[in-house]
């Protein structure tokens, strides 16, 4: 099982970016798909989470309204689709695949696969 996050970069405040993950050995409906984020001395910040399913999606309040992230089956990916980037969301941004109960979508703790990371720096 692997999964593969990148699309990471430099951005200035204001501006966009793309994260992809790339999933192997499973299909992307099966488990659900989220987006973490650890920015340097904070603790892993849940971002956005796909349930398997009914493909339901959730985000931090910190993103909402900002971040969309989807499925695509056909290319057993999964986006972030980051817009109106802000200093405070540079990170390393990190794809898991899991299976938690709904209340528990933002306990990292509960996937069981993780992507190596992908560095977004929003700055001027």
């Known amino acids: 099982v692997q999964l593969q996050a990148y699309g990471g970069g430099l951005v200035q405040p204001g501006g966009s970016l793309r994260l992809s993950c790339a999933v192997s050995?499973?299909?992307?409906?099966?488990?659900?798909i989220a987006w973490f984020r650890r920015a340097p001395g904070k603790e892993r910040e849940g971002v956005s989470c796909i349930s398997s399913g009914d493909i339901s999606t959730y985000y931090a309040d910190s993103v909402k309204g900002r971040f969309t992230a989807s499925r695509d089956n056909a290319k057993n990916t999964v986006f972030l689709q980051m817009n109106s980037l802000k200093p405070e969301d540079t990170a390393v941004y990190y794809c898991?695949?899991?299976?938690?109960?709904?209340?528990?979508?933002?306990?990292?703790?509960?996937?069981?696969?993780w992507g190596q990371g992908t560095l977004v720096t929003v700055s001027s």
């Open positions: 050995v499973f299909t992307v409906d099966y488990y659900a």
């Open positions: 898991a695949a899991g299976t938690p109960v709904l209340s528990r979508r933002w306990v990292y703790w509960d996937y069981d696969y």
